[in-house]
């Protein structure tokens, strides 16, 4: 299998946290509602992974909640700053399409649409696969996807303007469709104090899975799964269980 090499932001955490903190991103209530889903569903859980942990926001609330909580990412600087930031909390640097940490947990969240940027569907299946290998018996998984085919906009602008200390960042995105994917170019312009002005580009590409497809790799890893929508915007959440 190919190694995947992260989009450009990935490898600029500190940029990244400024940008999310500044979207008003709710990492504290998306965990507690993650939380809330595991427990109802496995109210023995002790332990978690968070993968595609980023630089680690989640992770933070999670820790909270249980006795164990580790992390996964691709990104390096991302990996980097989520350990820098909580200490005693194992962050490791792997792809999701196929990794091996050596233990198990009672529940995996794989947040933020990351999992769309798995190249296709063998890779899908193959993350899948990597979840249920980590999974205690009775352990569950969340998912949140990115948009199904049928919901997918093409041409969508999104912009953001945030400033935080001496920094101000202007984040603009458009997507087009490109066959089975959503292919986002992003225009970052940054400006610092006593630094001047920088700009760069950075280019995304998020499959469009189906759902059946989605639903297929749960099975095929030996999960049950669910699709559900949550009470905030986006494609919704698949959750999935492991049997005892």
């Known amino acids: 299998m190919a190694t995947r090499t992260p989009p450009g932001i990935y490898h600029r955490a500190e940029l990244y946290d400024v940008i999310y903190r500044g979207r008003g991103k709710d990492y504290q209530g998306d965990a507690r509602d993650l939380v809330k889903l595991v427990k109802e569903r496995n109210d023995t859980a002790t332990s978690l992974l968070d993968v595609a942990c980023g630089t680690g926001k989640h992770l933070r609330y999670f820790a909270e909640e249980f006795d164990r909580v580790a992390g996964v990412d691709l990104a390096e600087d991302m990996v980097r700053i989520a350990g820098d930031s909580l200490p005693g909390i194992p962050v490791y640097q792997a792809d999701m399409s196929d990794f091996d940490l050596g233990s198990r947990f009672d529940a995996i969240t794989c947040m933020f649409s990351s999992i769309g940027y798995l190249p296709g569907v063998s890779e899908l299946d193959s993350a899948l696969r990597s979840f249920s290998r980590h999974l205690n018996p009775g352990g569950i998984v969340v998912i949140e996807p990115w948009w199904f085919p049928e919901r997918a906009i093409s041409g969508h602008v999104v912009s953001d303007l945030v400033t935080e200390g001496d920094c101000t960042v202007s984040r603009i995105s458009h997507a087009v469709l490109a066959g089975n994917a959503h292919r986002m170019d992003v225009h970052y312009v940054v400006a610092r104090t006593g630094q001047g002005i920088e700009h760069f580009t950075d280019t995304h590409v998020l499959a469009l899975f189906t759902r059946e497809q989605y639903e297929n ?23 999935g269980s492991k049997a005892r």
């Open 217 to 239: 790799a749960f099975v095929m890893a030996g999960l049950s799964v669910e699709y559900m929508t949550w009470d905030k915007p986006g494609p919704g959440l698949f959750v």
